[in-house]
């Protein structure tokens, strides 16, 4: 168990349609990443926000957005869903500041999303 | 920028064989590197990491990694390998925020 969960674990959902995965970081952890994993793409960053601020950007869609909360735990939402976005979506959260050096993460288990 | 790549997309070794998979990257600074392993319909697990202190690195599970910064190179190794290694193993990259990981390559044990 790493101490990161995301909710919910499966999600089936239509074309079209918009959708919320969450995720709840390790304790003190301030890092919070998105990743999206599917068969043809393999394990893509989506995005990373650190303390509530958006730090990095990947491949992210226009049409997904997500947040960190005060509270340190992150939401992305994926909109307008097509058949391509189904796939495996992982939240990783890591206690790296910048001073030390990044730090390893530490990954949930991950939210499976099929659109129909 | 970073980028990782993993020679290999399937490797298949005996138990008791040696282990080795590959890892090439790509940085323009000293990076750190990792190896992540991926159990099936499970999340990725840390095995081991470069943070620029010792070249061989020891991880969990028997696996350990070198970093050869004249080949680029930070390829994973195990001994002997065993049943319960039947998995995808990912080499990942980063220099700060960013993360790239590789495409991944998953070992088959056979008995």
């Known amino acids: 168990d790493s101490g990161v969960t995301q909710t919910p674990k499966h999600l089936i959902t239509a074309t079209g349609q918009r959708v919320t995965l969450r995720c709840s970081p390790r304790s003190g952890d301030l890092s919070v990443y998105w990743y999206q994993q599917s068969l043809d793409q393999g394990l893509q960053f989506l995005i990373q926000y650190y303390n509530g601020e958006e730090r990095a950007k990947g491949n992210i869609l226009e049409r997904f957005s997500a947040q960190q909360f005060p509270d340190l735990h992150s939401e992305l939402n994926l909109s307008s869903l097509e058949l391509g976005d189904s796939a495996l979506y992982f939240c990783?959260?890591?206690?790296?500041?910048?001073?030390?050096?990044?730090?390893?993460?530490?990954f949930g288990p991950g939210t499976r999303l099929t659109v129909l | 920028a970073q980028s990782v790549t993993q020679l290999g997309s399937h490797v298949s070794v005996s138990e008791g064989a040696l282990v080795l998979l590959r890892c090439n990257y790509s940085?323009?600074?000293?990076?750190?590197l990792f190896w992540y392993v991926q159990y099936p319909n499970q999340g990725l697990q840390l095995l081991l990491k470069?943070?620029?202190?010792?070249?061989l690195v020891k991880g969990i599970n028997g696996f350990e990694a070198e970093f050869k910064k004249s080949e680029t190179s930070f390829h994973l190794t195990k001994p002997s390998a065993h049943m319960s290694d039947a998995a995808e193993y990912f080499c990942a990259v980063t220099t700060g925020h960013k993360f790239y990981f590789g495409s991944g390559t998953k070992l088959n044990v056979k008995p």
């Open positions: 940085s323009s600074v000293p990076p750190y």
């Open positions: 990783a959260s890591s206690p790296a500041g910048l001073a030390g050096g990044p730090n390893e993460q530490f």
């Open positions: 470069y943070t620029s202190a010792a070249t």
